[in-house]
């Protein structure tokens, strides 16, 4: 079957740092995503990545290692309006998007 | 920029009711997909569409969902006889084709079966 884990729910203090974990068990892979999402609102599109490595955006970077199934999210200076969910998605062999339940994160003074 | 627009916001039905949820993909899109968010649960994939057919499907979209592009912008969904478990987010999105790195959604459309 298909299955990925993250975390439920995280909780970080403004300014820090916090890596939010995926990992995928999938029929094929063609690429794993990372979206926000605010509760109540669609989910809107943060990173990609399809080769092993890091990729770098601004205070957001996501990691990718295939031959673990494995990738993160890691958030810097986090800011109030951060607290969101964080979805965790891949792309199987048919270009199917599969979904992560999705890390709720909360930011605290 | 363009974005993704999708009508009602929210739809409230009574059971064994039909609805069509409609979406507007971005224009030069061509990849169309419909995905379902209980409350408080994952996404999930219904369906993508392609060149005026279905091009995947998942296990939930049986025979009560039906997609159809009436025309050059509109892409719909719509469930026959709806049943409680139907609530949900409906969120409809486009891509340029079907290796594209980003799909935009639109806002969702809140459906309450009651």
């Known amino acids: 079957g298909q299955n990925i884990d993250q975390p439920t729910e995280m909780t970080a203090t403004e300014g820090a740092i916090v890596q939010i974990n995926c990992t995928y068990q999938t029929s094929g892979f063609n690429g794993l995503f990372w979206y926000q999402q605010h509760a109540g609102e669609a989910p809107t599109f943060l990173s990609y990545n399809v080769l092993d490595g890091l990729e770098e955006k601004g205070r957001f970077s996501s990691f990718l290692s295939r031959s673990k199934g494995y990738s993160y999210l890691l958030l810097k200076e986090l800011q109030m309006k951060d607290s969101a969910s964080y979805l965790c998605a891949v792309q199987d062999s048919n270009y199917q998007l599969i979904w992560g339940a999705g890390t709720k994160l909360i930011i605290k003074p | 920029e363009p974005e993704v627009t999708q009508t009602p916001s929210h739809q409230v039905t009574q059971m064994g009711q039909e609805v069509i949820l409609r979406c507007v993909p971005i224009?030069?899109?061509?990849?169309f997909y419909w995905y379902r968010q209980i409350l408080g649960q994952k996404v999930e994939f219904l369906v993508s569409?392609?060149?005026?057919?279905?091009?995947?499907k998942s296990e939930i979209f049986d025979d009560q969902f039906s997609v159809e592009r009436p025309d050059g912008s509109n892409f719909t969904l719509k469930i026959r006889s709806t049943k409680l478990e139907d609530s949900a987010m409906y969120f409809c999105a486009s891509s340029l084709d079907r290796r594209s790195r980003e799909q935009y959604f639109g806002p969702g459309t809140r459906l309450t079966v009651t």
């Open positions: 569409f392609y060149n005026n057919e279905i091009s995947e």
């Open positions: 224009s030069n899109h061509l990849y």
